[in-house]
């Protein structure tokens, strides 16, 4: 099945500063590719997702690039504030015409901490 | 608010009780998933509907577990005998025909065995 590896785990930024997050995938059949951001006790929310069409995704500060010869995403966060803390976990999904499997696959979660 | 609603939002529950969560998707989406999240990683996925049809389970999903949706609307999942290591966020996420890989997350229920 789908693996998903994302880092770092960790990352302390100072506000302003830019932010990245690194994930890797196994399954080269993978072709959506979303960012959650989760805040302590809420649900996770989607900022920005990619489809393997498309090499880069740009939404106001966030980007999101996508290499599948690498079989590798990153998500890019500019001009970070401190409302930009939270939990961001990247996934995988493999989603075919006809027969559609939908199934998430998530990485392990980036802690980001963005400091006045 | 018409996003996803999970009841109970928290349960505690003693090892080898039943429990049962529910789950109410965006109106007119028809397909729902089911995930279990423990602190500090990533959602995993559990098992997942279109309409009324349980299309996949996760080996994760024991026999102790069960899901239901009969009416294709809201969905059900039930934990029997549960077991300490049950304790998690479980979560429910929705997604729309046409548009199915974007996935829409419920706040979740936080499941306390003691």
């Known amino acids: 099945g789908e693996n998903v590896e994302q880092h770092p785990s960790t990352l302390s930024v100072q506000e302003g500063d830019s932010a990245v997050i690194k994930c890797t995938y196994s399954?080269?059949?993978?072709?959506?590719f979303p960012w959650y951001k989760q805040e302590l006790g809420k649900r996770p929310q989607l900022i920005i997702d990619?489809?393997?069409?498309?090499g880069e995704k740009k939404d106001q500060r966030i980007a999101v690039t996508l290499n599948k010869t690498a079989k590798h995403f990153s998500l890019h966060i500019t001009e970070t504030q401190p409302e930009d803390s939270a939990v961001y976990f990247c996934?995988?999904?493999?989603?075919?015409?006809?027969?559609?499997?939908?199934?998430?696959?998530f990485g392990q979660g980036t802690i980001l901490t963005v400091h006045p | 608010d018409t996003g996803v609603s999970q009841d109970p939002r928290h349960k505690i529950t003693k090892r080898g009780q039943n429990v049962t969560f529910r789950c109410d998707p965006i109106?007119?989406?028809?397909?729902l998933y089911w995930y279990r999240q423990t602190l500090g990683q990533g959602p995993e996925f559990l098992t997942y509907?279109?309409?009324?049809?349980?299309?996949?389970k996760s080996r994760l999903l024991s026999d102790r577990f069960s899901a239901e949706r009969p009416k294709g609307s809201f969905s059900t999942l039930e934990i029997q005998r549960t077991e300490q290591g049950d304790s998690a966020m479980y979560l429910c996420?929705?997604?729309?025909?046409?548009?199915?890989?974007?996935?829409?997350f419920g706040p979740g229920t936080r499941l306390l065995v003691l």
């Open positions: 109106s007119e989406h028809n397909r």
């Open positions: 996420a929705s997604s729309l025909r046409g548009n199915q890989e974007t996935q829409y």
């Open positions: 996934a995988a999904s493999r989603n075919a015409g006809g027969t559609s499997y939908g199934k998430l696959t």
């Open positions: 990619i489809r393997s069409n498309v």
């Open positions: 399954d080269s059949a993978s072709n959506y």
């Open positions: 509907f279109q309409n009324e049809a349980q299309l996949e």
